[in-house]
């Protein structure tokens, strides 16, 4: 079992729609990321948290640490949203600190 | 530029050969990461530095797999002995590191390497 799965695997959606993505992880971290990777390869950090909520322009994250779960929500969805959205989770201090453990990405194709 | 530069930012070489990817980190950023992506694979950590600490190594597949990072800056992944399963997009990404500032990561445009 991936120690962070992402919810869909892949998603359709028509322009304007509210888009969710969920990320649920089964280990103890400090932080977890939303990164956005768009066709050409690109990476793009879209938010950082470890609690709460965060709010950037149509993109809004939330983490519940107690349910080891987060979403990422796109309210009016346009086709330049379409890529790949990876959810990554840190591990706490003490452990190794450098890396991520990422998610397989949630695919995103938003029609017009 | 201020973003994290890769080059070459593709290679083809033959199996067998070594290969040697570089990273330009952000000005200032003392945390630097290789990271890797296989076709259709999620991301796979490699290696992370910070400052100058040790590195963190636990994440390189086998011992033909190293990585250095001179003066805290420019950084090199070197593949040595290259093999067709190494053919992957090898990103690079930096950050501040140290326990009071931010962890975000910023990533650089990759090096897809292709072994024949």
């Known amino acids: 079992k991936n120690e962070v799965e992402q919810s869909p695997q892949n998603l359709t959606a028509q322009e304007g729609e509210f888009i969710t993505i969920n990320c649920s992880y089964s280990v103890g971290i400090s932080a977890l990321h939303w990164l956005q990777q768009h066709p050409g390869g690109g990476i793009v950090s879209l938010f950082m948290?470890?609690?709460g909520k965060k709010k950037h322009g149509r993109l809004i994250a939330t983490i519940n640490i107690q349910e080891k779960h987060s979403s990422l929500h796109i309210t009016a969805s346009h086709p330049r949203d379409s890529a790949v959205y990876i959810c990554a989770v840190r591990l706490p201090l003490g452990g190794s600190q450098g890396n991520l453990i990422f998610g397989k990405g949630t695919k995103l194709s938003v029609k017009p | 530029g201020a973003g994290v530069s890769q080059s070459p930012s593709n290679k083809v070489t033959e199996k067998g050969k070594d290969v040697e990817l570089r990273c330009d980190p952000i000005?200032?950023?003392?945390?630097l990461y290789w990271y890797r992506q296989s076709l259709g694979q999620g991301l796979e950590f490699l290696i992370y530095?910070?400052?100058?600490?040790?590195?963190?190594k636990s994440g390189l597949p086998s011992d033909r797999f190293s990585a250095e990072r001179t003066g805290g800056s420019v950084s090199t992944l070197t593949i040595q002995r290259t093999q067709q399963e190494d053919s992957a997009v090898y990103l690079c990404?930096?950050?501040?590191?140290?326990?009071?500032?931010?962890?975000?990561?910023?990533f650089g445009p990759g090096t897809r390497l292709t072994v024949l």
């Open positions: 000005s200032g950023h003392t945390a």
């Open positions: 990404a930096s950050s501040f590191g140290g326990t009071r500032r931010g962890y975000e990561q910023f």
């Open positions: 530095f910070q400052g100058n600490s040790a590195p963190d």
């Open positions: 948290l470890s609690s």
